[in-house]
């Protein structure tokens, strides 16, 4: 089992940055890859960026690449997500979540455990 629980979310105005964290607990983090995803309303879960387990590689969605970085400490249990020039568009909630079987995946169907969610409103 894992649990997680992000923090950081808020509302910034379009342009401005924000950084999540995602502190994680109920087993070896250092072991699996880490993602963030985001849900905006009446939408699906999108992928945003992924982690492997020794964060020696990142994957990001186009509409984010480089505006947002991923990153982690497994020393802290954390991963974080550092997002920089907000649009408006990247209003959602932001959730991470973990595989059960550590590996590294884009779609959310592959991700078992999640955190609660962090609301993050941008406006232009």
């Known amino acids: 089992q894992v649990q997680l629980v992000e923090h950081g979310g808020g509302l910034v105005q379009a342009g401005g940055s924000l950084r999540l964290s995602c502190a994680a607990s109920?087993?070896?983090?250092?072991?699996?890859?880490m993602g963030w995803f985001r849900q905006a309303p009446r939408k699906e879960h999108e992928f945003v960026a992924a982690i492997t387990w020794s964060g020696g590689s990142t994957y990001y969605a186009d509409s984010v690449k480089g505006r947002f970085t991923i990153s982690r400490d497994n020393t802290k249990n954390t991963v974080y997500l550092q997002m920089n020039s907000l649009k408006p568009e990247d209003t959602a909630i932001y959730y991470c979540a973990a595989p059960e079987d550590g590996e590294i995946y884009f779609e959310s169907t592959k991700y078992d455990y999640w955190g609660q969610g962090t609301q993050v409103t941008v406006f232009s």
């Open positions: 109920g087993r070896t983090f250092s072991s699996y890859a």
